[in-house]
Nanobody, 127 residues
Framework: QVLLVESGGGLVQAGGSLRLSCAASERTFSSYAMAWFRQAPGKDREVVAAMDSSGRTTYYADFVKGRFAISRDNAENTMSLQMNSLQPEDTAVYYC????????????????????WGQGTQVTVSS
């Protein structure tokens, strides 16, 4: 059982920044591929950014490229998402997810890859 806990969400004005963090309960975090997803009311959950276990290979959704940056610190069992130039369309609940088997040959957007999920943290961007 792997517990994931997100933090860092909040209310910001358009153009502002937030940094989300995900803390994992176990040392084995270092072997997991990880991702950030988000879900707005009435919409499907969508991948925002993802990375392999080493953090050297990353993926970003087109709508966040150049604005968001994913990172991880395996020594601290944490993953972060730096979000800059936030827009109202970014308003959603953001979730941390872990894929113990990695991405294999599948795209990071596939939900079945992820065995563990955090509880989510709310990000609200005002106009």
């Amino acid at each position: 059982q792997v517990l994931l806990v997100e933090s860092g969400g909040g209310l910001v004005q358009a153009g502002g920044s937030l940094r989300l963090s995900c803390a994992a309960s176990e040392r084995t975090f270092s072997s997991y591929a990880m991702a950030w997803f988000r879900q707005a009311p009435g919409k499907d959950r969508e991948v925002v950014a993802a990375m392999d276990s080493s953090g050297r290979t990353t993926y970003y959704a087109d709508f966040v490229k150049g604005r968001f940056a994913i990172s991880r610190d395996n020594a601290e069992n944490t993953m972060s998402l730096q979000m800059n130039s936030l827009q109202p369309e970014d308003t959603a609940v953001y979730y941390c997810a872990a894929a113990p088997r990695g991405f294999r040959s599948y795209a990071p957007k596939n939900l079945f890859l992820y065995d563990y999920w955090g509880q989510g943290t709310q990000v609200t961007v005002s106009s």
